[in-house]
């Protein structure tokens, strides 16, 4: 009887071992295969252009902004100013004479055709009774990225380059186009400063975008 204890305590004694190496040896395979996974996981060029694509459309367009009725001029919109004398030059709108600080602007027979084939204009009624509209000018297209250096496999970053596609109105507010061109350096650069007039068909820009693994998927970092 006491032989026999003394060789199942030897055999519970030779398991604990067994079992603790096969632990350990779980263990380091499990490590193993995250780290073979961590190691695999790859940022592709095709991730890149989607996640550089969706920044930019995330930016919204460039827009042109102005009223049309009786507009009432104030700092931040004159209707004798600038952007509504490019306007004016394009055949988009009429203004008529100053009458107590207000002026009388419509939208011409162009105007309103160019408007209604621009899609996402906005258009709201102000408490004076003139109708503001907003007007999408250009969009941002993506045109490559670079390769994705990855420091570790969680992180990742990448440059790209994008450029301007301008509509119709867009090609108006061009600051190399002709009209932007017939009106002195003062005007233009007010236009370039504050009303969206850019060189819509210039060199493509650059930028730079930061990503991180998260919850199973790559996202934008928010550093």
Do not use: C
């Not at 203004?95 to 107590?100: I, L, R």
Request: hydrophobic content about 40%; charged content about 25%.
């Amino acid at each position: 009887m006491f032989e026999e204890e003394m060789e199942l305590e030897k055999k519970e004694f030779g398991l604990v071992p067994m079992l603790l190496v096969g632990a350990l040896v779980a263990a380091i395979g499990l490590g193993a295969g995250f780290i073979y996974k961590e190691t695999r996981r790859q940022f592709t060029a095709d991730q890149a252009k989607q996640m550089a694509s969706t920044v930019l459309a995330v930016q919204g367009p460039a827009m042109a902004h102005f009223h049309v009725g009786q507009v009432k001029s104030t700092n931040e919109d004159r209707p004798d100013a600038a952007q509504y004398r490019l306007l004016v030059k394009a055949g988009i709108l009429q203004v008529g004479k100053e009458a107590n600080k207000t002026f009388p602007v419509k939208l011409t027979a162009s105007g309103e055709k160019l408007v209604a084939e621009i899609p996402g204009v906005q258009r709201t009624q102000d408490a004076s009774g003139a109708t503001s509209y907003n007007v999408p000018l250009a969009e941002r297209r993506l045109v490559d990225v670079s390769a994705a250096s990855m420091p570790v496999p969680t992180r990742a970053q990448f440059d790209y380059r994008w450029k301007w596609t301008p509509n119709s109105l867009g090609e108006i507010y061009d600051a190399s186009g002709k009209l932007v061109q017939s009106f002195n350096t003062w005007d233009r650069q007010t236009m370039i400063d504050k009303f969206n007039v850019k060189f819509y068909h210039g060199d493509p820009q650059k930028g730079t975008l930061r990503v991180v693994w998260q919850n199973d998927r790559w996202q934008v970092a928010k550093e």
